[in-house]
């Protein structure tokens, strides 16, 4: 067990729907990353946050977008889905920096249908 | 933008052999390079990393060795063991910027 929390752990919606994605780091930890998982794409880095403010921006669509909160959770939230979001989403969290030990969380099944 | 190449793309070996697994860089930004073994159902977890003033850092069994001039860096599992089977991934990381992720390596080790 890692320490972060994801939900929920499943999710199957249907194309131009909205879900959100919730993800509670390790306690202790100041960043949260998110990141895609799938067949095609592989793994990909989506963004990340340090104690509530954006640091880094990777391949992440308009269509999603990403908060972290002031209790340090963060969600992540998809919308007008479609069939190619379908994916693990996992949300990762260290103490500081990118470069401080990631600890990933069990990730969030999507499937679009 | 960075481009993260990894090979093999499955590695099968002997229990009690050793597995090398490589990966390539094009962005000599690059200064930070983990590397993620993903077991079936379960998220990444870091095994190991090297950053980019260190040529070799060694823990137990597994190794990373970096070669800056030629961007590339490898990961060795020596005495591999049935529980070392999952799959690896390679990343590279700016400072400030986003992780690039090779495509992974399952590996598979026989008892």
């Known amino acids: 067990d890692s320490g972060v929390t994801q939900t929920p752990k499943h999710l199957i919606t249907a194309t131009g729907q909205r879900v959100t994605l919730r993800c509670s780091p390790r306690?202790?930890?100041?960043?949260v990353y998110w990141y895609q998982q799938s067949l095609d794409q592989g793994l990909q880095f989506l963004i990340q946050?340090?104690?509530?403010?954006?640091?880094a921006k990777g391949n992440i669509l308009e269509r999603f977008s990403a908060q972290q909160f002031p209790d340090l959770h963060s969600e992540l939230n998809l919308s007008s889905l479609e069939l190619g979001d379908s994916a693990l989403y996992f949300c990762?969290?260290?103490?500081?920096?990118?470069?401080?030990?990631?600890?990933f969380g069990p990730g969030t099944r999507l499937t679009v249908l | 933008g960075e481009n993260v190449e990894q090979h093999p793309s499955t590695l099968s070996v002997q229990e009690g052999d050793s597995a090398v697994i490589k990966c390539t860089y094009s962005?000599?930004?690059?200064?930070?390079f983990p590397w993620y073994k993903q077991e079936l159902g379960k998220g990444p977890q870091l095994i190991i990393d090297?950053?980019?003033?260190?040529g070799e850092k060694k823990d137990q069994r597994i190794a990373v060795t970096l070669n800056k001039t030629a961007k590339h860096f490898s990961l060795h599992i020596t005495e591999t063991q049935p529980e070392d089977s999952a799959v690896y991934f390679c990343?590279?990381?700016?400072?400030?910027?986003?992780?690039?992720f090779g495509t992974g390596t399952s590996l598979t080790v026989i008892p």
């Open positions: 990762a969290s260290s103490y500081g920096l990118a470069t401080d030990t990631q600890y």
């Open positions: 306690s202790g930890d100041l960043s």
């Open positions: 946050y340090y104690n509530g403010e954006e640091r």
């Open positions: 962005d000599s930004a690059s200064n930070y």
């Open positions: 090297i950053r980019s003033n260190v």
């Open positions: 990343a590279a990381h700016q400072q400030g910027n986003q992780f690039y």
